[in-house]
Nanobody, 123 residues
């Protein structure tokens, strides 16, 4: 069982930047970030395959967010720039224990989940 621990959330103003981190206790394959705003369902944000060579973003964050990973440190990152009010949510890290060779937006494909970190963007 791999544990995921997110960090880096906080309260920022619109237009600011934040970098989220997710530390995994062991090796994982495809990893992703999801978010859940109050009263809404969990939404895919970004995903990355094991090598880092393939990434996938939701249309709402494309061009503003960058996902990356450091496999030597078992750590996933999400650099968030030009934050908007609508980016306010709890952000969750997710990881797949199996090699798939592609990145999926489907939450049920991920086996491990972190506890979430709150990102609040104010005007």
């Amino acid at each position: 069982q791999v544990q995921l621990v997110e960090s880096g959330g906080g309260l920022v103003q619109a237009g600011d930047s934040l970098r989220l981190s997710c530390a995994a206790s062991g090796r994982t394959f495809t990893m992703g970030w999801f978010r859940q705003a109050p009263g809404k369902g969990r939404e895919f944000v970004a995903g990355i395959n094991y090598s880092g060579g393939t990434t996938l973003y939701s249309d709402s964050v494309k061009g503003r967010f960058t996902i990356s990973r450091d496999n030597a440190k078992n750590t996933l990152y999400l650099q968030m720039n030009s934050l908007k009010l609508e980016d306010t949510a709890v952000y969750y890290c997710a990881a797949d224990r199996s090699f798939r060779g592609f990145v999926t937006r489907t939450a049920t494909a991920y086996d491990y989940w972190g506890q979430g970190t709150q990102v609040t963007v104010s005007s």
